[in-house]
């Protein structure tokens, strides 16, 4: 089955701290994406990537950045840590286009 | 461009039907449909593509009218397993993989 981890449950950063989230899956996917969740708002797109190297921004992608060196491994970044940025944020992979999408556990970021 | 979801919430008893609805403003490619319990990541239900279609396995199902740009998620006889969100993800473009999801619709069956 496929596997999607998250480096973190729960990350308390300070303002102005660079942050970084690992994300990685073990099913050879082409798909990765990089979702937040607050209430009221279901989930929205940061970033995605399409395949190493690749990236495209989603609908929020103000104030983060992301990387994806390998295939397996897709990080998200926080250039300078805000309090707007505490959320859950959720990772996912996917074989194709459009396909399901395999979410990791999430991981609950509070910038104090 | 976010779908707009509705009910926001329900409540059932098991053994009871819901319908939640999903409506865009603009065309879509497809719609996804994810169901999120509490503490959990989402988990995914269906895909549908355009072309009026219509899915379901066991007893959940769900259709996509294109022309209205809606799609509907039936539950049929709810169990307590069914608790939880429901998200649906409209895809604007085709093969994209870029969804936007709906705000979600929460519902709890009562025994």
């Known amino acids: 089955d496929v596997k999607v981890t998250q480096s973190s449950r729960y990350l308390v950063k300070r303002t102005g701290e660079k942050v970084f989230l690992e994300c990685v899956q073990d099913m050879d996917h082409e798909n990765m994406f990089w979702y937040r969740q607050d209430p009221g708002l279901g989930l929205r797109l940061i970033y995605f990537s399409y395949d190493v190297k690749m990236k495209e921004k989603g609908d929020i992608p103000e104030g983060y950045s992301v990387s994806r060196e390998k295939k397996e491994r897709f990080s998200l970044i926080l250039e300078s840590a805000s309090t707007n940025q505490t959320s859950m944020y959720l990772c996912?992979?996917?074989?194709?286009?459009?396909?399901?999408?395999?979410f990791g556990p999430g991981t609950r970021l509070l910038v104090l | 461009q976010q779908p707009v979801q509705s009910p926001q919430a329900v409540i059932l008893r098991e053994g009871e039907d819901a319908v939640i609805n999903c409506s865009s403003s603009k065309a879509l490619y497809s719609v996804h449909w994810y169901r999120q319990k509490h503490g959990e990541a989402p988990v995914f239900l269906m895909i549908l593509l355009k072309g009026g279609e219509q899915k379901g396995h066991d007893k959940i199902s769900a259709s996509f009218n294109e022309k209205k740009q809606q799609s509907s998620l039936y539950l049929t006889a709810s169990q307590l397993s069914y608790s939880g969100t429901y998200f649906c993800g409209t895809e604007l473009e085709s093969n994209t993989g870029k969804l936007i999801f709906g705000q979600g619709t929460t519902l709890q069956v009562k025994p």
């Open positions: 996912a992979s996917s074989l194709v286009t459009p396909g399901k999408q395999y």
